[in-house]
C-alpha cells in the first residue's frame, strides 16, 4: 500500500540552527501538507501547498519556516533559525483532491524534532 | 473559528466491551470528517473518512456516524481487543479554512 515517507525520524540539533525536514508524499496525490504536535498538545495545521504554491498558512508559519517542492516527489519543510519551543513531532500528509471537495489525507510517521 | 472537541479524554474498557468515542465541532461548514488512530510516539493512521454528504461509513469493527447539522460525529469500536489501545483521534476538514482541524484525541485503554 502506498504509504507517506519521512525521514529523519528524530534529529536532535542546537537553538539558532537551520532544519530541513523531508517527506516523500504518495506518489499520486496533489495536496501538500506539514503539520505539527508539541508534546502532549493537539495536532494543528502549518501549511498547505498545492500547485507548488502555498495555499494556506496557520499563524505558526512565520518568515522562519518555508516549504519547496525541489523535485517531482519530495516535499520539505525548513526551520531557518530553531528555537527551543520548535521542538514537536512533525508530520507530512498527502491528499488527492477526491470528489466533492477534499480527499482524505494521509499522513506520515512524523520526524522527532528536538532543539537543545 | 472551527474547535474540535472529543469525549471523554481517556477511556479504560476491559476486553470484549463495545464502546463509543465523541466528537463535537462548532462550524458545521465541513468538507469531511476523519478519525484516525495514533500509538504512542508514531504517526497518524487514518481509521474512517466521512464525506459531509454522508451519514456514516464502517470498517470492520470500526463503525463512524456523522451529524453535521449539530456537529457531532461518534467512533463505536465493537468486540475492543487489548490491540486496539491507542488514541484516537477525530478531525475535520473545515470549508471555511481549508485545513484539517483535530481534537485533542480520547485516548483508549483496552484491559485483557
Known amino acids: 500500500e502506498p504509504e507517506v515517507t519521512q525521514t529523519p525520524s528524530h534529529q536532535v540539533t542546537q537553538m539558532g540552527q537551520e532544519v530541513i525536514l523531508r517527506c516523500v508524499p504518495i506518489?499520486?496525490?496533489?495536496?501538500f501538507y506539514w503539520y505539527r504536535q508539541i508534546l502532549g498538545q493537539k495536532v494543528e495545521f502549518l501549511v498547505s501547498?498545492?500547485?507548488?504554491?502555498?495555499?494556506?498558512k496557520s499563524e505558526i508559519f512565520d518568515d522562519q519556516f518555508s516549504v519547496e517542492r525541489p523535485d517531482g516527489s519530495n516535499f520539505t519543510l525548513k526551520i531557518r533559525s530553531t528555537k527551543l519551543e520548535d521542538s514537536a513531532m512533525y508530520f507530512c500528509a498527502s491528499s488527492h483532491p477526491g470528489q466533492g471537495g477534499t480527499g482524505e489525507l494521509f499522513f506520515g510517521e512524523g520526524s522527532r524534532l528536538t532543539v537543545l | 473559528k472551527q474547535e474540535v472537541t472529543q469525549i471523554p479524554a481517556a477511556l479504560s474498557v476491559p476486553e470484549g466491551e463495545n464502546l463509543v468515542l465523541n466528537c463535537s465541532f462548532t462550524?458545521?461548514?465541513?468538507?469531511?470528517l476523519q478519525w484516525f488512530r495514533q500509538d504512542p510516539g508514531k504517526g497518524l493512521t487514518s481509521l474512517l473518512l466521512i464525506q459531509s454528504s454522508q451519514r456514516e461509513q464502517t470498517s470492520g469493527r470500526l463503525n463512524a456516524s456523522l451529524d453535521k447539522s449539530s456537529g457531532r460525529s461518534t467512533l463505536y469500536i465493537a468486540a475492543s481487543q487489548p490491540g486496539d489501545s491507542a488514541t484516537y483521534l477525530c478531525?475535520?476538514?473545515?470549508?471555511?479554512?481549508?485545513?484539517?482541524?483535530f481534537g485533542q484525541g480520547t485516548t483508549l485503554q483496552v484491559k485483557p
Open positions: 478531525a475535520v476538514y473545515s470549508s471555511n479554512t481549508g485545513k484539517l482541524i
Open positions: 462550524d458545521s461548514a465541513i468538507y469531511n
Open positions: 501547498f498545492y500547485n507548488n504554491e502555498i495555499s494556506e
Open positions: 506518489s499520486n496525490h496533489l495536496y
